[in-house]
């Protein structure tokens, strides 16, 4: 089979990512000059430099893991074609939305996960808040990939596109999209609400580039004009600090299971189940607090 020479487009993107975070910065700066904060955009750029470095050395593990098990477990053999190409448009995309939700709904992948939702804000810079820690573990919800029988390079050029693609979604001087659009892919006006830390919005809109998966498994919820987004966590970390930014869940996941005394079962618990669980029963988790607020709210 023929392996084409695909660079990774992430590095060529790094010019285009700094210009346009100038660019919105000036535009959101002139808009509202009090409620542009310049460390906060410092410490996304800072996180994101922090995840290409890391990456550098998960990439190793990850094109050894997905590469042993394409030469000895693929079932077929996907060649470099253009209808390839789409299948692993949507077959990412599948993965991508699962991983996306289990950072979501299990506190281990939560632990890395919550970077990119640490910030108050919502702009371009946003999308650069990645995790550092991550990159070690995530790939696990894309084994099925290379098992199916896609190239490793071609999976990794797939997720850099996914990534690409999510980049300009970061934003809020976009309203809304066209209604087809907005009705099969991931839009500004979804992404807002899977930044949301209203009831309502928690864990919803996981999508990467198509917004059909949130609609086929039941977590979709399009922004409401009656209800703005308040950005960022249920309770904040409120830090500019890249190494808390970076560390802080783990910290506070190890300190919930190991500091409390109650079975080894619960324990692990704390880091399998959603954010916000507790062993005696009394934490709330986004689930509960979408109910009751919807219980609040929502009049027969
Ligand atoms: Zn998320
Ligand atoms: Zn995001």
Redesign the pocket.
């Known amino acids: 089979m023929e392996i084409p020479n695909i660079p990774n487009l992430i590095y060529y993107a790094i010019p285009f990512f700094i210009a346009t975070v100038i660019i919105e910065g000036i535009v959101l700066y002139k808009k509202q000059p009090k409620s542009y904060n310049l460390k906060d955009t410092f410490a996304s750029l800072v996180m994101g430099i922090g995840n290409v470095l890391v990456n550098l050395l998960s990439k190793l593990l990850i094109v050894f893991i997905f590469t042993f098990i394409y030469q000895n477990y693929r079932i077929s053999t996907i060649p470099f074609v253009w209808w390839s190409w789409l299948l692993i448009l949507f077959a990412d995309d599948f993965c991508y939305y699962w991983a ?1 939700r289990m ?2 709904e299990s506190r281990f992948f939560w632990a890395s ?1 919550i970077v ?2 640490s910030s108050q804000k919502y702009n371009l810079s946003t999308a650069l808040r990645q995790t550092w820690t991550g990159g070690f573990f995530t790939f696990v919800f894309y084994l099925i990939l290379p098992f199916l029988g896609f190239h490793p390079l071609m999976i990794f050029t797939q997720m850099s596109i996914s990534l690409l693609y999510q980049y300009w979604i970061h934003t809020e001087l976009i309203d809304k999209m066209p209604r087809w659009f907005e009705a099969i892919l991931n839009t500004p006006s979804h992404h807002r609400v ?2 949301g830390s209203n009831p309502l919005y928690l ?1 919803r809109n ?1 999508a990467g580039i198509f917004i059909i998966w949130d609609k086929l498994f039941g977590t979709f919820q399009p922004e409401l004009k009656e209800e703005k987004v308040i950005y960022g966590l249920t309770s904040n970390i409120n830090t500019f600090n890249p190494i808390k930014i970076a560390f802080n869940e783990w910290i506070s996941v190890f300190k919930d299971a190991f500091s409390t005394k109650t079975s080894f079962t619960n324990k692990l618990k704390y880091f399998i189940k959603p954010p916000g669980w507790k062993h005696d029963g009394s934490g709330l988790m986004s689930n509960d607090l979408r109910k009751k607020w919807l219980a609040e709210n929502v009049k027969e």
Do not use: E, R
Request: proline share 0%; net charge negative.
């Open positions: 996306h950072g979501h996960h990119h939702h899977h930044h864990d996981h």
